[in-house]
């Protein structure tokens, strides 16, 4: 039996693997017969000599290769290097073919892979013969779906309005959201959950991230800027919302700047801004005083050119950002 894997949603995927394994029988049994193995260093008489090889008290044996199907997919290279590599690759990819039309009853493979193109022709070859599994990346309706589900699995409800704010926050990175909706129903005690609990239990470690970003940002630090934008962009945060919470920073820096300058009361500009959060309140404190005017303005002008850029089409939303950021930290 052959499954395949794949997709950036590696939380549901890894929930698949899980739920084969139960269906192969025994889990402790199974144990003893798994084997994973890494696909981008593997060799095709490795893994028929172990696909080869009889269970050990149980019925069946477990065969997971990770990162297989990504050797073959397609990588721009120099015309020189082409006809040499697509012959390699050929040659590669019927080896691990021919094999796996001939795995015994008596082993389960499964090829998990990340992002997979369907013009992958080690893909194509094995399509015919495979149960597929594609895992996107869970975004709008299909994510506040899977997080109600989630909930009620954890013995939760929460609210629609609870619910969008903390697909907003989190994002698409399942892990992380199935750990914040676990904190959330102990938090809630059985209640709903609402927009509230949603702020207090989740919403701080968002901010700190982007803080981190606006830091990076205005202070020029390029690759730790880079680095703050990817790892938001992993968790599953569009671009156009990162600059949407640059943007809300810049403007909030420029507020607090302006009411310091009138002499208003800390207790004043918090509840003037709607800074109720201790951390949000200190944190864009601290970067007020820190950044000019000149220097806020010079973000603002910026920002406003990426958004026309990305609304008038002339970049991609990410590359967008990408530019935004790089033209900041020079």
Request: proline letters at 3%; aromatic letters at 6%; one cysteine or more.
């Amino acid at each position: 039996m052959l499954y395949i894997l794949f997709g950036l949603d590696d939380f549901s995927l890894r929930e698949m693997l899980e739920e084969i394994k139960r269906e192969i029988g025994d889990e402790s049994l199974l144990e003893s017969n798994t084997t994973i193995l890494d696909g981008q260093q593997l060799i095709a008489s490795k893994l028929g000599e172990i696909c080869s090889a009889l269970p050990f008290l149980a019925s069946k044996r477990l065969v997971v290769v990770e990162g297989l199907l990504g050797r073959f997919e397609f990588r721009p290279v120099q015309e020189s290097q082409k006809k040499k590599n697509k012959d390699n690759q050929q040659s590669y990819e019927e080896e691990f073919a021919t094999l796996i039309k001939k795995l015994p009853e008596t082993t389960v493979l499964v090829l998990v892979d990340g992002d997979i193109k369907n013009n992958n022709p080690f893909f194509k070859q094995l399509l015919p013969l495979a149960k597929v599994r594609t895992f996107p990346l869970l975004r709008n309706n299909r994510l506040r779906q899977w997080v109600s589900k989630r909930v009620q699995q954890e013995g939760g409800t929460i609210s629609p309005q609870a619910n969008d704010l903390l697909s907003r926050l989190v994002g698409s990175n399942l892990w992380v959201m199935a750990s914040e909706i676990s904190k959330l129903v102990s938090f809630a005690l059985n209640r709903c959950i609402e927009e509230e609990d949603v702020r207090a239990v989740v919403s701080s470690s968002q901010q700190a991230s982007v803080f981190n970003m606006v830091d990076a940002v205005l202070e020029s630090r390029v690759s730790q800027a880079q680095r703050a934008v990817q790892q938001l962009l992993k968790r599953g945060m569009a671009p156009p919302y990162l600059l949407f919470m640059l943007a809300r920073q810049a403007r909030l820096l420029v507020q607090v700047k302006e009411l310091v300058k009138k002499g208003k009361s800390e207790l004043e500009i918090q509840n003037k801004l709607g800074l109720k959060s201790e951390f949000a309140w200190r944190k864009t404190s601290e970067q007020a005083s820190r950044y000019s005017f000149l220097h806020l303005k010079e973000l603002y002008e910026r920002l406003l050119a990426t958004d026309v850029a990305i609304k008038t089409g002339r970049y991609e939303p990410e590359l967008a950002l990408n530019i935004l950021v790089a033209e900041m930290c020079q």
